[in-house]
């Protein structure tokens, strides 16, 4: 089954065709980073403007570089939520219309899902159940995978996400957008102990996070020594803020291990590109007996291919919409069928 995908959640415009949920044909990607780093971040009006440019364009290259042609298409895929909503829009107009044009079906596919998907395309071999700790710039949550289609969240931040600190606290330094990736390069020659940062552990749920303590104290101290006249050692704060992150994701992902028993935990999203993220999970399967499942960094961030994945299993599933389908801003990865 070939499907067509869309991805426009963000600031990254794709457009891929993934056979079977497994084999990515061609993945496209029109990336904004350059316009919007001038900013120091997204401008939603200027992001839904150049997907619009792209996105046609995109669908084409697809087709070209698979040698595909349309009718060899089965089905239209699109991210529906969450994302910027002016953004997500985009991808959703131009999907039903592909989808009607082509008379094939709509397939909508929840953002973070997709990106739980994208372990599929790296690892062949993984099927459900296993655990995966979502990290992006907008969620933060572990989450049992018990179908392709049938989840439960464990638990999640009660406010902001890992990646926005990240962001936020590495925008305020000074660095470049984007500045997770950034601060990450720079935390490398840091020592990770040298700045004593808060570690939340909010409400009675065991897997619930919280970093707004996190990120609030981070800045604080940016600015406390920028007002006295202090240096601060860049690379050592960068060490810290990462540590104290990995710190409350880590602890939560073996506890997770260990009281459902899973021996098999995957991690999805933007910041799962954070080494040390990446370094304190596998050290915790470890220790658990557990398999670790991380895509490649070019599969971590916003992609079409992890759509595409996805969407195969939601078509398995019933999941197809009509021309009433409609983008969403906020929605819970656990929404209901739209069959």
Sequence with gaps: MNILAVESSCDETAVAIVRDGRQVLCDCIASQVDLHKIYG????????????????????????????????????????APGLIGAVLVGV??????????????????????????NYLAYPELEPPFLCLVVSGGHTMIVDVKDYTKMEI????????AGECFDKVARVLGMPYPGGAALDRQSQTGDPRKYVLPR????????????????????????????????????????????????????????????TGS?????????????????????????????????????????????????????????????????YATKSILGESLS
């Design 41 to 80: 971040g997204v401008v939603p009006e200027i992001a839904s403007r150049k997907h619009m440019e792209a996105i046609y364009a995109l669908a084409d290259q697809a087709l070209a570089q698979t040698g595909l042609t349309r009718k060899e298409l089965d089905a239209v895929a699109v991210t529906y």
């Design 93 to 118: 107009n131009f999907a039903k219309a592909a989808a009607l044009a082509l008379g094939k079906p709509l397939i909508p596919v929840h953002h973070i899902r997709g990106h739980i998907a994208a």
């Design 200 to 259: 939340s552990k909010p409400g009675e749920n065991p897997y619930n996070m919280s970093f707004s303590g996190l990120k609030t104290a981070a800045l604080n101290l940016i600015h406390h020594a920028q007002q006295v006249g202090e240096e601060l050692d860049v690379p050592s704060l960068c060490a810290s803020f990462s540590e104290a992150v990995a710190d409350t994701l880590v602890p939560r992902v073996t506890l997770a291990l260990q009281q």
């Design 154 to 161: 464990l638990g999640t931040t009660l406010d902001d996400a």
């Design 263 to 327: 021996r098999k935990v995957a991690v999805a999203g933007g910041v799962a590109a954070n080494s040390r993220i990446r370094r304190g999970i596998l050290e915790a399967a470890e220790g658990c007996g557990a398999q670790v499942f991380m895509p490649p960094l070019s599969l971590c961030g916003d992609n079409g291919a992890m759509i595409g994945a996805q969407a195969y299993y939601e078509f398995l599933a019933g999941n197809v919409a009509d021309m009433s389908l409609n983008a």
